[in-house]
């Protein structure tokens, strides 16, 4: 990138950047001569992460340590970007949680509201608050991280599948709507991956969940390789490719019940 003839490095805003798919897309983005804003609420995390990013690629690396499950949130980042004159190139919107169990009496409401809360309004708003600058400097990458739950019904999942299916919406829709901005909106499906999200899972040791785990750092790789290309949406995996074919072809429902197969419950 160039402003008054000079190059300037891209930034790039990660949520949910302390583990997981988020901390590889941080490393990615770093490799690939990005400058770093990283949000999470672990702050040694971050700052273990920082370090690793200028050491091993040079990145300079800005740290918001914060939880970003509440109605302020968005708001409470972008003022400390506009404080600190933090451009945003690329927003990766990762941050993410879930709540296993029956909705009518094994999952939490504080739970659940928090995750629709992060989900749903922070995704939102923070995508609203940069949008405008992207636009005005005519170039934007914006990668929503919903998932296959967001395409296939999940039972065990109901609130997160809900939330998940707002994003790949909300994401669709938006991409539509910037086309010739010089903005990109991409969409992450990812299935099952290995992160601490679904640790409990691979504990499980059912072993259709085993096989259908997913490497946290190949998932990042293809989600960066879709968002700098500008795709709509990625689906990681051929098997949950399949899985997303299956339900456009048969009774969502039925496609419902073996997702929750391979959940193992």
């Known amino acids: 990138?160039?402003?008054?003839?000079?190059?300037?490095?891209?930034?790039?805003?990660?949520?949910?950047?302390?583990?997981g798919?988020?901390?590889?897309?941080a490393k990615i983005f770093?490799?690939?001569?990005?400058?770093?804003?990283?949000?999470?609420?672990?702050?040694?995390?971050?700052?273990?992460?920082?370090?690793?990013?200028?050491?091993?690629?040079?990145?300079?690396?800005?740290?918001?340590?914060k939880d970003l499950a509440s109605i302020q949130a968005a708001?409470?980042?972008?003022s400390i970007l506009?404080?600190?004159?933090?451009?945003?190139?690329?927003?990766?919107?990762?941050?993410?949680?879930?709540?296993?169990?029956?909705?009518?009496?094994?999952?939490?409401?504080?739970?659940?509201?928090?995750?629709i809360t992060l989900h749903i309004i922070t995704t939102?708003?923070?995508t609203k608050l940069l949008v405008p600058q992207m636009i005005?400097?005519?170039?934007?990458?914006?990668?929503?991280?919903?998932?296959?739950s967001g395409i296939v019904p999940t039972p065990t999942t109901s609130v997160y599948a809900g939330s998940k299916a707002y994003i790949l919406n909300f994401s669709e829709s938006l991409s539509i709507e910037l086309e010739g901005t010089g903005v990109s909106v991409t969409t992450l499906c990812p299935g099952f991956v290995r992160t601490e999200l679904t640790e409990t899972m691979s504990e499980s040791g059912n072993v259709i969940t085993e096989l259908i785990l997913m490497d946290a750092e190949k998932v990042a790789k293809k989600a960066y390789k879709a968002t700098?290309?500008?795709?709509?949406?990625?689906?990681?995996?051929?098997?949950?490719?399949?899985m997303t074919t299956l339900v456009r072809l048969l009774p969502r429902k039925f496609v419902g019940k073996v997702a929750g197969k391979f959940m193992g419950r």
């Open 1 to 19: 990138m160039t402003s008054n003839g000079s190059i300037i490095k891209p930034r790039a805003l990660i949520t949910g950047a302390s583990s």
């Open 82 to 115: 506009e404080k600190n004159s933090l451009r945003v190139d690329i927003l990766v919107n990762n941050a993410g949680f879930n709540e296993f169990g029956k909705f009518d009496h094994s999952t939490r409401w504080k739970k659940e509201l928090d995750m």
């Open 136 to 148: 005005k400097r005519k170039f934007g990458r914006i990668l929503n991280v919903s998932s296959i």
């Open 228 to 242: 700098m290309r500008g795709d709509d949406v990625s689906v990681p995996g051929w098997h949950y490719k399949l």
């Open 21 to 25: 798919i988020g901390r590889e897309l």
């Open 30 to 65: 770093a490799k690939n001569g990005c400058d770093l804003i990283i949000i999470a609420r672990r702050e040694q995390l971050l700052n273990k992460l920082a370090s690793n990013l200028k050491e091993n690629y040079g990145a300079d690396t800005y740290i918001i340590s």
């Open 124 to 126: 939102t708003r923070l």
């Open 75 to 78: 708001d409470d980042v972008a």
